[in-house]
Nanobody, 125 residues
């Protein structure tokens, strides 16, 4: 069991940057560093879509084609936090961003059992 809390969302102009954070609190017996972490997003009237994922050690990352080269996922296991650095933001990046956690870093939201409540990112044109 792990509890996730996202922060860092907000309103930004197109071309701007934001950094999202996801702080994790694990139940005893399993540490944050044992979880793969991911970011997904959900725009209005759309399903949740994959953004990026990072393996439990941080040595492996995957990105959606739509954010590749603009977004960077990273983690600090000492701080129990995963980050999403978002640069060159576009209006189509507007969505609620969620972090997820589970054992394996995949692009499928069904593989993640634990989710935060989300943080809103709005990019104005």
């Amino acid at each position: 069991q792990v509890q996730l809390v996202e922060s860092g969302g907000g309103l930004v102009q197109a071309g701007g940057s934001l950094t999202l954070s996801c702080a994790a609190a694990s139940a005893a017996g399993r540490t944050f560093s044992s979880y793969a972490m991911a970011w997904f997003r959900q725009a209005p009237k759309k399903g949740r879509e994959f953004v990026a994922t990072i393996s439990w050690r941080g040595g492996s990352t995957l990105y959606a084609d739509s954010v590749k080269g603009r977004f960077t996922i990273s983690r600090d296991n000492a701080q129990n936090t995963v980050y999403l650095q978002m640069n060159s933001l576009k209006p189509e990046d507007t969505a609620v961003y969620y972090c997820g956690a589970d054992s394996v870093a995949t692009m499928d939201e069904a593989d993640y059992r634990y989710w935060g409540q989300g943080t809103q990112v709005t990019v104005s044109s």
